[in-house]
């Protein structure tokens, strides 16, 4: 038995019961010292104590596998999303027990309360669901699972270890890119947020000829075949395909700023990739370049299957960096990249008006050759403020400044207009349902 002891002792913790066992046995031995009629009652209940414990030892260590673990953790994390995962957990033991499971999550989510605590039924089975939700990117270390097993006595625990080290990665959010391609798909993204837009004009590709309906434009209608049908007729016409959109995302220091867990570059990430593929599914060609004080990663556009895990692969390994966006590498890079007229997404942030002017003239060539759409984001907090009331001075300081940056903010969206360059304002939570909105706006009025 001392051996066997030593082989266990490291997994071997002592339960609640038993310390309220040895608490009796302490009190009965003090009262006995002066209540000599207990006689030899305090012996009777230490031993007695001593021989559960030696039985609920024998209970828990007389099976090698008494317990069975196995934690499923999906092959890649998505970013910003809430990812289940789950415990699944089998008792081989021939009575039931209470189990307490510890899981060690990457230190990445700085959470230290991640215990559950179950029952099982002998020669049963049980999962226990939970969600982690990550906010960077990059690769997570997953460590052993710890279960604490009792018997039915709940005098002693033991300690099973399973698992080993996993490192799993955390990709861009891949979980949002499934939801939009579903919808992009089955033409329902207005579930979503995506607004519907009635097309202005049409393009040169017949698609077929159909009844006419409000809001078709009188200039398709279809004359022979309506004189044929006694109904209205009208050509339909499908969107122009193979255009270019090019995702360009600022990695400065501008983009280091945090919302909701998340940094702005992280939300531009998520967003261009679901831009990127809405634009595979709508048939055009997607393409991608980083920049910061230099020229970064670059995907040339393409339709093709690979085109977007290429894209995403990319993506994964970007950082912010600590310098200023140099817009003149920019500008070489699409006069030397993108030889044809194509819609560049430009992610960055803008916080003053002289940020923005430093940049203007490079962003003024750009939209000369191509259609520029500029994404920037709104403070959020500052918004807060200028809707927060006011009780004191000091206060009435702050929302005025608070003010004064926000409607800032508001002039920069004309100052671009004034020269021909699209914009979008956005919170960063709904970064990726604008963006989506005016790549659809601008494909259905034919800008590009």
Partial sequence: MKNLFKIYYKDLFLGKRLFAGIGICVSLFLFAFFLPWLGDLPYIAFWTLIALVIVDFLLLYKHNRGVFLRRDVPERLSNGDENELNIYVENFYSFGISIGVIDEIPFQFQKR??????????????????????????????????????????????????????????????????????????NRLSEVGIKKIRRIGHSMEFDQVKNYVKGDDYRTINWKATARRGDLMVNSFTDEKSQHVYSIIDKSRAMKMPFEGLTLLDYAINASLVLSNVALVKDDKAGLITIAEKTGSIVPADKRPAQLGK????????????????????????????KQRSLIVFYTNFESM???????????????????????????????????????????????????????????????????????????????????????????????
């Fill in 354 to 448: 002289s940020a923005l002017n430093r940049q203007l003239p490079f962003l003024k060539r750009i939209a000369k050759f191509h259609l520029l759409l500029i994404v920037f984001f709104e403070n959020t907090e500052l918004k807060s403020l200028t809707e927060k009331p006011v009780n004191n001075v000091e206060e009435i300081y702050i929302k005025t400044i608070a003010g004064k940056f926000a409607y800032e903010k508001k002039l920069m969206v004309k100052e671009l207009a004034k020269h021909g360059i699209l914009s979008i304002l956005t919170p960063p939570d709904k970064l990726t349902i604008n963006v989506v909105n005016r790549y659809l706006a601008i494909k259905a009025q034919q800008k590009i």
């Fill in 311 to 338: 894209i995403m692969n990319v993506l994964y390994k970007e950082k912010t960096r600590y310098l200023e966006t140099n817009m003149e590498a920019l500008y070489i890079s699409i006069r030397g990249l993108i």
């Fill in 113 to 186: 309360n991640l215990w559950f605590k179950t029952t099982l039924k002998s020669k049963t089975h049980k999962k226990i669901n939970y969600t982690l939700r990550p906010t960077r990117r990059g690769e997570y270390v997953f460590g052993m699972v710890r279960l604490y097993v009792q018997s039915p006595l709940g005098l002693i625990t033991r300690r099973f270890n399973f698992e080993t080290d996993k490192i799993v990665p955390v990709y861009p959010s891949f979980l949002q890119l499934r939801k939009y391609e579903l919808m992009a798909i089955s």
